[in-house]
């Protein structure tokens, strides 16, 4: 099969690859239906975080199973399928807790940018649809597997709750789908931090009330004007940023919570700041095992639509150009049809 | 009168001073029945924080209401009253949401190392006992003002429920009177973190199950070896350097909270490590107006008895030597009589 390997900054090749193949007995292997670029995928692509050795890339996935180690016992062949990015055994103290990405035996999915890709841990990773899907439901079951779940969780870190006052840091695709799960949790106000219309039409259709175009400080007086002058009760960060991190923090009110989930890239944060600010902090990688049953349900039954952040569809052989629009900020996110 | 305060490093004066006054209508001054020396004195005392100028030292009290400004109206003159070491309004929205340390009208208490103390704002910070109370009392009922309330908040912030597994990290007052509050909110198991005798002894009555003397590294070790392998629900910071810090956000499960109260000193969290730790942060200083009614009803009840961190009691004459005493480590708090 072919599949996308980075080699390097801005080096992004589809190329011949060995198909996966069953390894260990609690594997699946599974076709892949549809994939898609990650934000996170970009920190390597821009070499901020560097490429050791070529790599296959993507983590986003769902689709049908082809093939089952001997020892999976939940999960049928033919089945429609979505997991995390984080293979996890659902079993050990921190999944029972609902911390499958933190599972004492995880492991991390890679080579989802292809026809084929094998999941480690498939009892536990994988989450059964109802039924094979249509395929107009097809992208937004695969934001489940990453950007959705990691919005989700991001307004379920922030403690969004009917009624709260919510501001996003950060428009990518997992600022947005921030904002569409403070809608469905019951915020009543929702303020997106964004300078780019198409990215602000978005917002406003998944459920955002206000939109903030100032950053760094004039950003956090702008949110503080909107919220009575202490800030929102929520702030969900969806960036990863020094200068994110500390908006978020100083846009949330004394008592209000934090919610992160951009992968920090050389923050450090003040102690007594963050003392004085009085806030709660919660975040780290998604744990999107322990949503995937409520999110498959509500796009099952059409409740929600994240798929509307895949606002370009190419062909899987056209990935590198996939990266260089979501680079370039020109694309939200990149759907990839094998 | 005469009371201490601070010139520069371990140079405390016990010296004449202006008897407080009324200055502004919402002022009461009160005869205060017994102060002592907090941790954080120790801050300035030991040249870390630097001291400007001469300044007036003591944040911790209770005592018999003496003269009221013409806006009180809830506080008579002849109660006994206790209040935060931050005055608060108790009326605005950060008073109301219970994070009256962040009230917007706060002003820090100061001077309570005297005979007579003014409190701004009386209404909102002061709250009096159901009578005045006998003698055996007043230790207890002047832990409230911080470090009771402080080593409740840690608990509180920490997430303790019934049932639960608490690591403290931090064996000074505030740190015992965390575990003590960790007991009295249900906690299954305590495990207090100290190599001095007598303050494991005095957490040992509070309620703690464990001591671990490791620090660091082992310390953390040790915490996971008794948490089966994964940390505690909830830890307890009550230090505020880089090291506790770390030892606390390490030793806690994914998923579980650190309440964090010592006021940090020089501390730069690693953003990465943070989001990987999958920790709940939460802290500031005390809303400790917050607690008050509570636990002046737990005291009056006799439910508690935080006053038995008061192992050295002193003349306020020889508030100097309390200091000392307290920076050699030789009294876990001293008590003053004025």
């Not at 292997?29 to 990650?38: E, G, K, S």
């Not at 994988?126 to 950007?147: H, I, K, N, R, Y």
Request: hydrophobic fraction near 40%; aromatic fraction near 6%.
């Amino acid at each position: 099969m072919q599949g996308a390997v980075l080699y390097g900054p801005r080096d992004v090749r589809f190329e011949e690859r060995d198909d996966p193949k069953i390894i260990k007995p609690t594997d699946a292997v599974i076709r892949i239906a549809a994939a898609c670029v990650c934000g996170s995928d970009l920190w390597p692509y821009r070499g901020i975080q560097p490429t050791a050795q070529p790599t296959p890339m993507g983590h986003e996935y769902c689709g049908t199973v082809q093939e089952l180690g001997s020892a999976v016992k939940s999960i049928k062949r033919g089945q429609f399928v979505i997991g995390s990015f984080f293979a996890s055994d659902n079993t050990c103290l921190n999944c029972q807790i609902g911390y499958q990405s933190s599972c004492q035996h995880r492991e991390l999915v890679g080579g989802a940018q292809a026809p084929l890709l094998r999941v480690s841990l498939a009892d536990g990773t994988l989450v059964a649809t109802p039924d094979v899907p249509s395929e107009e439901l097809v992208p937004s079951l695969l934001t489940l597997s990453d950007v959705m779940g990691t919005g989700w969780f991001a307004a379920d870190a922030a403690n969004v709750k009917p009624g709260s006052t919510v501001a996003v840091v950060g428009d990518g695709a997992v600022g947005l789908l921030g904002v569409l799960s403070a809608k469905q949790m019951g915020a009543e106000r929702i303020i997106a931090m964004s300078r780019h219309r198409s990215r602000q039409k978005l917002a406003c259709d998944f459920g955002a009330t206000d939109i903030v175009t100032e950053r760094g400080d004039e950003g956090v007086a702008r949110i503080k004007e909107l919220t009575n002058g202490i800030g929102a009760d929520s702030v969900l960060e969806c960036v990863g940023t020094q200068e994110s991190m500390m908006q978020a923090i100083s846009s949330t009110r004394p008592g209000g919570h934090v919610g992160y989930v951009g992968v920090p890239h050389r923050v450090e944060l003040d102690g007594e700041k963050l003392f004085f600010s009085h806030v709660h902090l919660h975040g780290g990688p998604a744990p999107v095992r322990r949503f995937l049953p409520e999110l498959v349900d509500l796009v099952w039954k059409r409740k929600i639509n994240p798929g509307k952040v895949f606002d370009l569809s190419l062909p899987l052989g056209q990935v590198a150009d996939a990266y260089r629009a979501m680079d370039e900020r020109r694309a939200i996110k990149v759907l990839l049809h094998p």
